[in-house]
């Protein structure tokens, strides 16, 4: 999408944001990569990546997904090793071990 395409669409400070938010997330990028999942019609989606990735220079691979983990979110089995559940009065915080976020008590 162009400045002009994003200004019409969110307009101009909303606009300003995205475009320096882009700019800051594909400065130190390096790799893109592509999760592909069997949704019908995604196609379009990788060969944009694809594209992106060309134009900014960088390399580009394509990963095999699933749905199993969206699955299993809107079925509520939130395994520990996939999800983080909150309590009533907890947040999330920092966690110096292999977890990355734990929640933390009030």
């Known amino acids: 999408m162009t400045e002009a395409e994003l200004i019409a669409r969110y307009g101009e400070e909303n606009a300003r944001f995205l475009l320096a938010q882009y700019a800051g997330a594909t400065a130190a990028g390096r790799r893109l990569v592509y999760i592909a999942t069997p949704v019908p019609g995604t196609a379009h989606w990788e060969r944009q990546a694809a594209a992106m990735a060309q134009r900014h220079g960088w390399g580009f691979d394509r990963l095999p ?3 199993g983990w969206l ?3 809107l079925d509520g089995d939130w395994r520990e090793e996939d999800f983080l559940v909150l309590q009533p ?3 999330v915080g920092p966690s110096c ?3 990355l976020i734990v929640a933390e008590a009030p």
């Open 65 to 67: 997904g699933d749905l």
């Open 71 to 73: 699955r299993r979110l």
């Open 89 to 91: 009065g907890e947040r």
């Open 97 to 99: 071990d292999g977890r």
